[in-house]
């Protein structure tokens, strides 16, 4: 079962985008959220982490201040909001679910392979 990415696009440098990441297979209540992106030769890092259940984040230093999370538990689907966006924040990015009883007793970063139902991507492109 995949989670489900949308909301990539074209944006000049300084906008913003909104990434979504749902399922109608499996309430997300019980799990986080995993943001990550792969850019075209690079090796794929986290960018944000978000609880379903009490909306609690974390964001990598890379995006820490520009990226924002939220969630809509009548959707079941989580955003990411981008804003400030830079070149180098052109990749794939992709969401994942973690147990939320896995990692509540770990201090993130969390390990990748916690995370499964990683969705198809979704582009996001910005340009200078």
């Known amino acids: 079962v995949q989670l489900v990415e949308s909301g990539g696009g074209l944006v000049q440098a300084g906008g913003s985008l909104r990434l979504s990441c749902g399922t109608s297979e499996f309430s997300l209540l019980d799990y986080a959220i995993g943001w990550f992106r792969q850019a075209p030769g690079k090796e794929r890092e986290g960018v944000s982490y978000?609880?379903?259940?009490?909306?609690?984040?974390y964001h990598f230093d890379s995006v820490k201040g520009r990226f924002t999370a939220s969630s809509d538990n009548t959707k079941n689907t989580v955003y990411l909001h981008m804003n400030s966006l830079k070149p180098e924040d052109t990749a794939i990015y992709y969401c994942?679910?973690?147990?939320?009883?896995?990692?509540?007793?770990?201090?993130?970063?969390?390990?990748?392979?916690?995370?499964?139902?990683w969705g198809q991507g979704t582009q996001v492109t910005v340009s200078s």
């Open positions: 994942a679910a973690a147990k939320a009883a896995l990692i509540s007793t770990l201090i993130p970063p969390y390990p990748e392979d916690l995370f499964h139902n």
């Open positions: 978000v609880s379903s259940r009490d909306g609690s984040q």
